[in-house]
């Protein structure tokens, strides 16, 4: 008996709890479907009534909110292919080809890990600069090439492989890219898409490198479109939350649909990191 | 024997080759945007370099001198240090909290999980635009509810120089604690039950077996969460740049956002390197502490 109350305690805790994490999401949701005269209301009229539709509109006519879109999405494609590419190749040669300095350029890739960005985002900017490349895509592609979070990962799994695959696959004849390709790819998916969702999200939701490295509003991404957003309807808080609301729905839907697998992966890659 | 020798040999040459060749689009990547910034960030830190001409010479330490007469520098610091501590110890005590209350209930587990990762997955610019309103004194949905509860005097949040560092505190725990919390969650189901039947044989109750029993066999995962959080601590900056602008005055000016507004807004990016190298250090030094004391108190058996 005393176990079943608190049995039933501990789910009422949770579930409140959990209310207190969504409550944010709700607001906004609520928010942005309301006449400025309804948001601060007391108590909370949390199903507008009437029901505005029109911040919406304002927020796709007023802000170009689709190009926003397309610009993270390609830097987020290009970042992720690019970064996930690199580091594989580089994985299968720290994990299964004995080279010279092997050791020493592991230890030096992985020591980078211990620098914060905010330690390199100046000289990292002067060379972009340099290359004159700032104000571009390219800009954002480039800063996520070097990832020794992704080259232990893979690495990490790709030792899981054993030799003897390699190996065989070597004796038959097969060049080591095919090898790489044909064997230790396929045989690494659960590695390689903890990697591209853990990459892409995190480029996705990326601010500061947009906010230093881009100038024109019609390359902006969506994060640094929202915050400008934001800081030019000041006080119009149902249109902003109508904007905030875009910019979510993209990475909340895949969120929905690959909870498990993004929950999983991005633990996962907490615990090898 | 000696055509044996040459075929080793050549081999050998072929393997180092194939291996370089491999990492060969990672080292220019690494040496490009890491290992060079990494330098030259170091010899900025030793100029008076502005960003904008190409005039600039060696001050040597002048720059780290500088730093401790800064009045703006050691608010930064004191701001980042409460921001920190109350930070880590919060997200570090909620997140296990909820991961041992959800280890304990088999049903409706999906729809927890979503809920707590929901904050985590989302970015920081529309979580903190959501809450910049939340916080709103007047009206806003949190001091509605404070004054429903019976509150006399509503605090100020982002409006105030005593609140509005403890209004971004919540916010990131708020954010990140579902993340911590499904990392201890994988913890605590590595423990195996059998451990808990014995303990319970020698009659130990439910809070000793979590002192005893739990708590010890996980220290290796609440290790690993520290690290990562304190790290974390100390690169604040989505949030303060969209929630307060380091504001009001300079009461939620940490160091990441120092390090910005001296180098992209004054245009002092010797000086601003200097201070990304000091945070670099604070970093350093708090993670080898940690891992210094480690052996006093993580169990790895």
Same mark, same amino acid.
């Given at each position: 008996m005393n176990k079943k109350?608190? !049995?039933? &305690?501990?789910y009422? *805790?949770?579930?409140?709890?959990s209310l207190?994490? %969504? /409550?944010?999401?709700?607001w906004?949701l609520?928010t942005?479907?309301?006449?400025?005269?309804?948001?601060?209301t007391?108590?909370i009229?949390w199903?507008p009534?009437p029901?505005n539709?029109s911040?919406y509109?304002?927020v796709?006519?007023?802000?170009?909110?689709?190009?926003?879109?397309k610009?993270?999405a390609?830097v987020a494609v290009?970042a992720t292919?690019?970064?996930v590419?690199?580091?594989?190749?580089?994985?299968y040669?720290f994990?299964?080809?004995?080279f010279?300095?092997?050791?020493f350029?592991f230890?030096?890739?992985?020591?980078?890990?211990?620098?914060?960005w905010h330690?390199?985002?100046i000289p990292q900017?002067?060379?972009i600069s340099?290359?004159?490349?700032?104000d !571009?895509? &390219?800009?954002l592609? *480039?800063?996520?090439?070097a990832s020794?979070f992704? %080259? /232990?990962l893979?690495?990490q799994?790709?030792?899981?492989v054993p030799?003897?695959?390699v190996e065989?696959?070597?004796?038959?004849?097969a060049?080591?890219?095919?090898?790489?390709?044909?064997?230790?790819?396929?045989?690494?998916?659960?590695?390689?898409a903890?990697?591209v969702?853990?990459t892409?999200i995190?480029?996705?939701?990326d601010?500061?490198a947009?906010?230093i490295?881009l100038n024109?509003?019609?390359?902006y991404t969506?994060?640094l479109g929202l915050?400008?957003f934001?800081s030019e309807?000041t006080?119009q808080?149902?249109v902003?939350m109508?904007?905030?609301?875009c910019?979510?729905i993209?990475?909340?839907?895949v969120?929905?649909?690959f909870?498990?697998?993004?929950t999983?992966?991005?633990?996962?890659?907490? *615990?090898?990191g | 024997?000696a055509i044996?020798?040459?075929?080793i040999?050549?081999?050998?040459v072929?393997?180092?080759?194939?291996?370089?060749?491999f990492?060969?689009p990672s080292l220019l990547?690494?040496t490009l945007?890491m290992f060079?910034?990494?330098l030259?960030?170091?010899?900025y830190?030793l100029?008076?370099?502005t960003g904008?001409?190409?005039d600039y010479?060696?001050?040597?330490?002048?720059?780290?001198?500088?730093?401790?007469?800064?009045?703006?520098f050691?608010?930064?610091i004191k701001n980042?240090c409460?921001y920190?501590?109350?930070y880590?110890v919060l997200?570090?005590l909620?997140s296990l909290?909820?991961a041992?209350l959800l280890n304990?209930?088999?049903?409706?587990?999906?729809f927890?999980?979503?809920a707590f990762?929901?904050?985590?997955?989302?970015?920081?610019?529309?979580v903190a635009i959501i809450?910049k309103?939340?916080?709103?004194?007047q009206?806003?949905?949190?001091?509605?509810v404070?004054?429903?509860?019976?509150?006399?005097?509503l605090p100020?949040?982002?409006a105030s120089t005593?609140?509005?560092l403890?209004?971004?505190?919540?916010v990131?725990v708020?954010k990140?604690?579902?993340y911590?919390?499904m990392?201890?969650?994988?913890?605590?189901q590595n423990?195996?039950?059998?451990?808990y039947e014995a303990?319970a044989?020698?009659?130990?109750?439910?809070?000793q077996?979590?002192?005893?029993?739990?708590?010890p066999?996980?220290s290796?995962?609440?290790?690993?969460?520290?690290?990562l959080?304190t790290?974390?601590s100390?690169?604040v900056?989505d949030l303060i740049s969209?929630?307060?602008?380091g504001g009001p005055?300079?009461?939620?000016?940490v160091?990441?956002?120092?390090?910005?507004?001296?180098?992209?807004?004054q245009m002092?990016?010797?000086?601003?390197?200097?201070i990304?190298?000091?945070?670099?250090?604070v970093?350093?030094?708090?993670?080898?502490?940690q891992f210094a004391?480690?052996k006093?108190?993580?169990?790895?058996?």
């Amino acid at each position: 008996m005393n176990k079943k109350i608190s !049995t039933v &305690l501990f789910y009422a *805790l949770m579930f409140f709890m959990s209310l207190l994490m %969504i /409550f944010p999401f709700l607001w906004m949701l609520s928010t942005s479907l309301k006449y400025d005269s309804q948001v601060f209301t007391v108590p909370i009229e949390w199903i507008p009534d009437p029901v505005n539709w029109s911040n919406y509109v304002k927020v796709w006519t007023e802000e170009p909110f689709l190009i926003f879109y397309k610009n993270t999405a390609f830097v987020a494609v290009c970042a992720t292919a690019g970064q996930v590419f690199i580091s594989a190749l580089a994985a299968y040669a720290f994990a299964k080809i004995k080279f010279a300095g092997r050791n020493f350029i592991f230890g030096l890739y992985i020591a980078t890990m211990m620098v914060p960005w905010h330690t390199i985002m100046i000289p990292q900017y002067q060379i972009i600069s340099s290359l004159k490349l700032t104000d !571009t895509h &390219l800009s954002l592609i *480039l800063g996520q090439l070097a990832s020794a979070f992704g %080259i /232990f990962l893979l690495r990490q799994f790709f030792m899981t492989v054993p030799d003897d695959l390699v190996e065989a696959a070597r004796i038959d004849g097969a060049g080591e890219f095919r090898t790489f390709g044909k064997i230790m790819l396929p045989q690494a998916k659960p590695a390689l898409a903890t990697l591209v969702i853990f990459t892409f999200i995190q480029v996705w939701n990326d601010y500061m490198a947009p906010l230093i490295y881009l100038n024109s509003r019609h390359k902006y991404t969506i994060q640094l479109g929202l915050k400008f957003f934001q800081s030019e309807h000041t006080m119009q808080y149902t249109v902003i939350m109508a904007g905030t609301v875009c910019a979510l729905i993209p990475i909340l839907i895949v969120f929905l649909i690959f909870e498990k697998q993004i929950t999983d992966g991005m633990v996962h890659s907490g *615990l090898k990191g | 024997m000696a055509i044996k020798r040459l075929e080793i040999s050549r081999r050998r040459v072929r393997q180092n080759l194939i291996g370089w060749c491999f990492i060969l689009p990672s080292l220019l990547a690494f040496t490009l945007f890491m290992f060079l910034p990494i330098l030259l960030g170091f010899w900025y830190s030793l100029t008076d370099y502005t960003g904008l001409s190409k005039d600039y010479g060696f001050i040597g330490l002048a720059n780290y001198a500088r730093m401790f007469q800064d009045r703006y520098f050691k608010v930064s610091i004191k701001n980042n240090c409460i921001y920190a501590i109350w930070y880590s110890v919060l997200t570090m005590l909620v997140s296990l909290f909820l991961a041992s209350l959800l280890n304990r209930l088999s049903r409706c587990r999906k729809f927890f999980r979503i809920a707590f990762f929901m904050p985590y997955i989302s970015s920081m610019v529309s979580v903190a635009i959501i809450w910049k309103m939340i916080f709103n004194p007047q009206g806003g949905p949190l001091n509605t509810v404070l004054a429903q509860l019976g509150a006399d005097s509503l605090p100020q949040w982002l409006a105030s120089t005593t609140w509005a560092l403890y209004a971004v505190i919540i916010v990131s725990v708020w954010k990140n604690a579902g993340y911590y919390m499904m990392i201890f969650l994988a913890g605590l189901q590595n423990v195996p039950g059998s451990l808990y039947e014995a303990a319970a044989l020698d009659g130990a109750g439910g809070w000793q077996k979590y002192f005893r029993i739990t708590l010890p066999l996980i220290s290796p995962t609440i290790f690993l969460n520290m690290i990562l959080v304190t790290i974390s601590s100390f690169q604040v900056f989505d949030l303060i740049s969209v929630m307060t602008d380091g504001g009001p005055g300079m009461s939620t000016n940490v160091l990441a956002f120092r390090i910005y507004q001296e180098g992209f807004r004054q245009m002092h990016m010797g000086y601003a390197s200097s201070i990304a190298y000091f945070l670099f250090a604070v970093i350093l030094v708090i993670t080898l502490i940690q891992f210094a004391v480690q052996k006093y108190w993580v169990n790895y058996d």
